[in-house]
Structure formats: C-alpha cells, structure tokens
C-alpha cells in the first residue's frame, strides 16, 4: 500500500506543469552558459589565471569538461532549492487547496504513510533534478570542452586536480548536493502541513533560507554559536570534495547536520499531519 501510495504521489507530481518548471530551467540556464564558455571561454580563463601566470606555467587545456562543471555546479546549487521548493511545497498544500485532503486522508492507509510517501515522492523528484543537472553540466560540458585536469581557484591559491582524481569527486559532491536538496524538500513538505495553499510554504521555505543564510554570512560574533548548526551553512558541503587534503571530519559533520536537519523537520511534519482536521 506504501508503494502504491509513493507512486500516485509520484504520478501527482508528473501531471503538474510546475514540475517540469525547474527541469526545463536547469536545461535552459545550463544550455546558456555551455554556449557562453564556447564562445568566450577563454577570456573567463584568462581572467582566472591572470595573477598566477608570472609565477607559473600552464600546460594543455585548462578550459575542459570538468572545470565546466565545476562553475555550473557553484553557480546553479544555490538557485535550485527554489525550484525544489516550487514543487515539494504543494504536496499537502495544494491537495488542501483543491478540496481533495479530505478524500486522501480516508484512504485505509495511515497518515504516517501517506505523508512518507510524499517525502519519498519529492526525493525523487530531487534526484531526477540532480540527475539532469549532472547530464547537462557534467555529460555535456566533457562533450563539447573534453576532459583534462580540474583547477580550482581557492583564497589562498590554485589547487591542480588530476582527470583521474575527478570523477569520484563529483560523484561524491553531487550526493551531498542531492542530501541538502532534500532538506529543502523537508522544509518546505513540512510547512505545506502548516497552510492551506501552495504559495504559502514556497515563499515561507525561500524566506527561511535567504535568513538562514544572511546570518551565516554576517560576522558578528553573537551569530558564531548558531551558525555551524544552520542547514545553509553545509548545503555548499560538496566543496569540501575539492579540498586537499580532504577534510573528512567536515565532511561527516555537515551530513549529520543535514540528516539531523531532515529527521527533525519530517517528525514535525508527522506531527502536524496526524492532528490535521479534515473536516475544516
């Protein structure tokens, strides 16, 4: 019943326009910059390596597939938990607005179920957008630029990855990226319990992150204990991949917040969900 539950939530999900909003989104911002690179690539290249050109010498081709991906994934990451929430924050919301929780919520299927298989639905759904954007960035940029050595810019320097030494970091980056998605998708299934229509939990779930990440951002000392427990602060976690050394301890601290994150938020969802009143 659960999986039958997931995938009419699944087929839901499918049939509304807004779905195929942030798809056809990433597929059109990627397509532009792909375009972009291929035209005046080089200049942004010249431009990055400029004030290290004196001191060294650089071999082969820098512009390649995998620093194309690299731009795409830090330029685009923190825009897509829009089109996330655009989509996870009407499950509930939406039915509530349409008139048909009621109908939903007589199923003989407990309400603990119905609302996992929502979470289970929009984790789908945000794997499917990870999916496109790792064809489009990572797929199509090794397509038209080829493949090479990883150079990435960091405050202090230039850190040289070897084309062997990529793949299993984004593989590893785009899963952490998938994980603080989710979290997003938590956030926002969990307001959609908490109002009557769609607009309501898309915009309160942008808010929360624009917040979050304003105080993460600001140095002021009364912030220091706060923010390393903000969700906002590790959803840029897939960085710590392109670090040398790696920072493993890093790493598995902003997983544990993320997962603590979204166990924390889905038990008040549970909460709310199961006190609902479907005769309001």
Not at 76 to 92: K, N, Q
Not at 254 to 279: E, P, T
Request: proline fraction near 2%.
């Amino acid at each position: 019943m659960f999986l039958k539950s997931t995938y009419n939530e699944l087929l839901k999900i499918a049939y509304k326009p807004r779905s195929y909003i942030g798809i056809g989104g990433i597929i059109l911002i990627i397509s532009l910059i792909l375009f972009a690179f291929r035209l005046d690539g080089q200049i942004y290249i010249s431009i990055l390596t400029g004030q290290f050109e004196q001191s060294l010498s650089f071999e082969g081709t820098i512009l390649n597939g995998n620093l194309i991906a690299y731009i795409i994934l830090q330029m685009l990451i923190i825009h897509v938990p829009l089109l996330i929430a655009f989509v996870t924050g009407d499950l509930i919301s939406g039915e509530a607005a349409m008139g048909t929780i009621r109908l939903l919520l007589t199923k003989p299927i407990s309400r603990t179920s119905i609302l996992l298989s929502k979470f289970l639905a929009s984790c789908v759904y945000t794997s499917v957008v990870i999916i496109c954007l790792v064809i489009m960035s990572v797929v199509f940029g090794k397509l038209l630029f080829g493949t090479g050595d990883l150079i990435v810019l960091k405050s202090d320097g230039l850190i040289v990855f070897h084309e062997q030494d990529v793949t299993w970091r984004f593989f590893y980056g785009f899963l952490i990226a998938f994980l603080s998605l989710v979290t997003v998708a938590s956030l926002a299934l969990t307001l959609s319990c908490f109002s009557e229509n769609s607009i309501g939990p898309i915009v309160s779930t942008m808010g929360i992150i624009l917040l979050f990440t304003i105080i993460g951002t600001l140095e002021v000392p009364v912030f220091d204990n706060i923010k390393p427990f903000l969700f906002t602060t590790h959803m840029a976690a897939w960085r710590y991949f392109f670090d040398d050394p790696l920072s493993i301890k890093q790493i598995v601290y902003s997983i544990c917040i993320l997962v603590g994150h979204i166990i924390f938020l889905l038990l008040i969802a549970l909460y709310k969900f199961n006190k609902k009143d479907i005769l309001s």
